[in-house]
């Protein structure tokens, strides 16, 4: 079945520092692509997404390139602040019926000031 | 404003005890999902619903129960059967089946 493979966290870093947060997918149709973003405490937010290959989703500074070729969407942001401080969970979404999601096992970051 | 609401946030049941989790959206959404996450793990679907009056066992549907009367609600059971039930449980919905999800704030359930 698909899966989705993350970076083992938990990932520390200055502030100001270049993030990437690794994710690769296997899947047997054509999948949406997903990055969520989990703050202590509370549900997902949609952070971004992709839905095609070489498709380039962003939102707050983040990134990710749906990169077919390498089964990839690696999440970045060129200056980490100490509120990016989350848990970072790279989805798919397969158009086989009965698929639907898949969620990898997250990534935790801490950015310290 | 559109969005999901789970209530309560925090939920405290003796062990052998049923006890319901609510979960309302009014984004007219047709599919409904949810989820437990254990701490420091990923997400694992209970049970999903694509369209009112209809709902699928997930990954770990076992000492769970849900119903889909309404369109808009899809609330949650956890029945003295689950033998472990604290957990942060996780509502979302998508317009369609295949679309992205969007989440609720989460309800925790301790079991005491």
């Known amino acids: 079945g698909d899966s989705v493979t993350q970076m083992e966290g938990p990932v520390t870093l200055s502030e100001e520092a270049f993030l990437t947060i690794n994710c690769t997918y296997t899947?047997?149709?054509?999948?949406?692509l997903f990055w969520y973003v989990q703050y202590p405490g509370e549900g997902l937010q949609l952070l971004l997404k992709a839905t095609k290959a070489d498709d380039k989703g962003s939102n707050k500074g983040f990134e990710a390139t749906y990169r077919k070729e390498t089964t990839s969407f690696h999440l970045e942001k060129g200056s980490v602040q100490v509120s990016d401080s989350a848990v970072y969970f790279c989805?798919?979404?397969?158009?086989?019926?009965?698929?639907?999601?898949?969620f990898g096992p997250g990534t935790r970051l801490s950015v310290l000031p | 404003d559109g969005g999901i609401t789970q209530s309560p946030k925090y939920l405290f049941r003796k062990e052998g005890q049923n006890v319901t989790l609510s979960c309302e959206q009014n984004l007219n959404h047709d599919a409904m999902y949810w989820y437990r996450q254990d701490p420091g793990q990923g997400l694992r679907l209970i049970y999903y619903s694509q369209i009112v009056n209809d709902f699928q066992k997930g990954d770990i549907a076992e000492g769970y129960s849900v119903s889909r009367e309404k369109k808009e609600s899809f609330p949650l059971t956890v029945t003295s059967a689950q033998k472990n039930p604290t957990a942060f449980y996780l509502c979302?919905?998508?317009?369609?089946?295949?679309?992205?999800?969007?989440f609720g704030p989460g309800t925790r359930l301790t079991v005491l």
């Open positions: 989805a798919l979404s397969d158009d086989n019926y009965g698929q639907n999601f898949v």
């Open positions: 979302a919905s998508s317009p369609r089946w295949e679309d992205t999800q969007y």
């Open positions: 899947a047997t149709g054509y999948p949406s």
